[in-house]
């Protein structure tokens, strides 16, 4: 059994880690956030500790270590703008990190924390869930299979969200990365694991509520387009009362992955407590895509543009 810790309690996703933790056999043995609203905590580890200040879990886990209980993985849960920090405070305390997407907004967070990672002789591991989607890792394997062909993508995603967003940390470039590495990070990760590194990358749009691009990756011809905006869902959502739209087709031919995400948590915990999870290495194409897209200078309906910008 691994003793861990979780940083960002509250936050929505830490409910899929804190059961990723008990599915796996494993103890939380403190949590911190700064909402003291922790309900959800007594459905999996209703005996662990809470902080409201980091600075006390730290001393805790401190006390704790000297006394020959240390903490063996520090669960991070926080908005993206703090993970570099807190995955130095897991490294720094003697403990493995694991952090949820994305692991750091800024290229620059990577080559440092890879540096303290060989300090500290502990390691940093990412969820990259997508990875392990039955119906993804199929595609891998006819992609894998099918030699050097080319193959011409189109990846959409509208997820709506409310006026609250833009007034949160998630609408503030410099602390999330922007509507691109928010919501888009995982399907960046995906299709170029699958199909390659990327070539060449063209931003055609970017704003606070929506973006959309062209990539040139070694075995594909990517058109994506990611959205928060109620007025981008296409027929086939509003007409079923659907508030997100996930779509990637391959040579045209739809690839349904809308399922199948509840237990993928637990199966990437499987993993890092196995010696086989995603750590900074894997992460990195998807963070340097991420980045470039947010700086770059959109050039408008040129090109091969998504059809969903014509709205």
Not at 54 to 81: A, Q
Not at 98 to 109: A, T, W
Not at 160 to 172: E, I, M, N, P, V
Request: glycine share 8%; hydrophobic share 35%; aromatic share 10%.
């Amino acid at each position: 059994m691994k003793r861990f810790a979780l940083i960002g309690s509250a936050g929505y996703i830490a409910d899929r880690h804190m059961k990723a933790i008990k599915e796996t056999g494993n103890e939380l043995v403190c949590a911190t956030d700064r909402f003291d609203v922790m309900g959800r905590i007594d459905s999996y580890f209703p005996d662990a500790e809470f902080f409201l200040e980091i600075e006390n879990m730290d001393k805790y886990m401190d006390d704790i270590r000297r006394g020959g209980k240390p903490i063996d993985y520090v669960t991070i849960c926080t908005p993206n703008h703090m993970h570099p920090s807190h995955i130095r405070f897991a490294l720094r305390n003697g403990a493995h990190a694991i952090c949820e997407k994305p692991l750091v907004v800024y290229p620059e967070d990577m080559r440092i924390i890879k540096d303290i990672e060989a300090e500290t002789g502990k390691n940093v591991y990412t969820i990259l869930q997508l990875r392990y989607h039955p119906t993804i890792l199929a595609l891998k394997k006819e992609i894998d299979e099918g030699g050097d062909k080319i193959y011409n993508i189109d990846l959409s995603y509208i997820t709506t969200r409310g006026k609250w967003y833009l007034k949160s940390w998630k609408g503030d470039v410099s602390k999330s990365g922007g509507v691109a590495t928010n919501i888009g990070i995982h399907f960046f990760d995906m299709i170029t694991w699958i199909f390659g590194d990327v070539k060449e990358n063209i931003v055609h749009h970017y704003g606070p509520h929506k973006a959309a691009g062209f990539l040139q990756l070694e075995k594909a011809r990517v058109r994506w387009f990611l959205s928060l905006d109620n007025s981008d869902l296409p027929p086939q959502a509003t007409e079923k009362g659907m508030r997100t739209y996930r779509s990637i087709t391959v040579n045209g031919k739809e690839i349904e992955f809308s399922g199948g995400f509840t237990d993928l948590h637990t199966v990437t915990y499987q993993n890092i407590l196995n010696g086989n999870g995603f750590g900074i290495d894997d992460a990195r194409e998807s963070i340097i895509l991420t980045d470039y897209v947010r700086n770059a200078k959109p050039v408008g309906l040129k090109g091969d543009y998504h059809p969903f910008l014509k709205k």
